[in-house]
C-alpha cells in the first residue's frame, strides 16, 4: 500500500502570506496526485490533479508541484476564504489521502 | 451536476444499512464512481470504487469482506451496502465522481452520517 504522508499537520499564518504544504509519497507516484480544500460540514474540493494541473474554478493563487515522491501546494497569498484544512491523494495504486493539514489564522 | 447520498442513520454495532447516492447533471453510466468516509475529527479515508459497467469493485482492506459496492446506471444511482459494522465505522459517507479510470475525485456529495452505537 502507498501510504502518504503531509506536513505540517497544522499551520498557523495571515492574510498575505505566501504557504507551502508538502506531501510525501512510501514510493514513487510519478505524478498522479490531487489536492483538496476542505472546510468544516462541508465535502472536499478539488483544487489539483496531476501533480500541478489547476481544475476549472480554482483561483490562480493555488500551485502545485513535484513528482516522484515529494510534491507540495503552494498558495500565493493567503485569501480569508482560504483557512481550511487541505488534503493530497496518490492515485498511481487505488487511493489514499494524506492526513490533512489546517491552515488557521495567526 | 449532482451527488446526493442518503440512507445514513443510527445502527448498532454488527448490524447493516445500504446508503445510496443519487447522482444528476451528467452522464453517470459514463464515469467509475467511489465511496470516501470521514470519521468525526478525523481524515479522510478512501472506502469503496466501482468501475463503470459496475464489472470491477474495489475495496479499501478495512472494509474489504463487510461492505458491497454497486450501482444502477439505469437508476442513475451508486451503493454502499454495509454490513457487519462496528463503532470504527461511524463516519460521514461521500460518494464522489472519478474524473478518469483511476484518477482524481472531481465532484463530491455532501455526505451521510452514519453512527455505530448501541
Redesign the interface.
Given at each position: 500500500?502507498i501510504q502518504m504522508t503531509q506536513s505540517p499537520s497544522t499551520l498557523s499564518a495571515s492574510v498575505g502570506d505566501r504557504v507551502t504544504i508538502t506531501c510525501r509519497a512510501s514510493q514513487s507516484i510519478s505524478s498522479?496526485l490531487?489536492w483538496?480544500q476542505?472546510k468544516p460540514g462541508?465535502?472536499?474540493?478539488?483544487l489539483i490533479?496531476?501533480a500541478s494541473s489547476l481544475?476549472s474554478g480554482v483561483p490562480s493563487r493555488f500551485s502545485g508541484s513535484g513528482s516522484g515522491t515529494e510534491f507540495t501546494l503552494t498558495i500565493s497569498s493567503l485569501q480569508p476564504d482560504d483557512f481550511a484544512t487541505y488534503?493530497c491523494?496518490q492515485?498511481k495504486s487505488?487511493?489514499?489521502?494524506?492526513?490533512?493539514t489546517k491552515v488557521e489564522i495567526k | 451536476m449532482q451527488l446526493l447520498e442518503s440512507g445514513g442513520g443510527l445502527v448498532q454495532p454488527g448490524g447493516s444499512l445500504r446508503l445510496s447516492c443519487a447522482a444528476s447533471g451528467f452522464t453517470f453510466s459514463s464515469y467509475a464512481m467511489?465511496w470516501?468516509r470521514q470519521a468525526p475529527g478525523k481524515?479522510?479515508?478512501?472506502v469503496s470504487?466501482i468501475s463503470v459497467s459496475g464489472g470491477g469493485t474495489?475495496y479499501?482492506?478495512s472494509v474489504k469482506g463487510r461492505f458491497t459496492i454497486s450501482r444502477d446506471n439505469s437508476k442513475n444511482t451508486l451503493y454502499l451496502q454495509m454490513s457487519s459494522l462496528r463503532a470504527e465505522d461511524t463516519a460521514v459517507y461521500?460518494c464522489a465522481k472519478i474524473?478518469s479510470v483511476?484518477?482524481?475525485?472531481?465532484y463530491?456529495?455532501?455526505?451521510t452520517l452514519v453512527t455505530v452505537s448501541s
Open positions: 500500500d498522479w490531487a483538496y476542505q462541508k465535502a472536499p474540493n478539488l490533479y496531476k481544475e488534503y491523494q492515485y487505488y487511493w489514499t489521502f494524506g492526513q490533512g | 467511489s470516501v481524515g479522510l479515508e478512501w470504487a474495489y479499501a482492506d461521500y474524473y483511476s484518477s482524481q475525485f472531481d463530491w456529495g455532501q455526505g
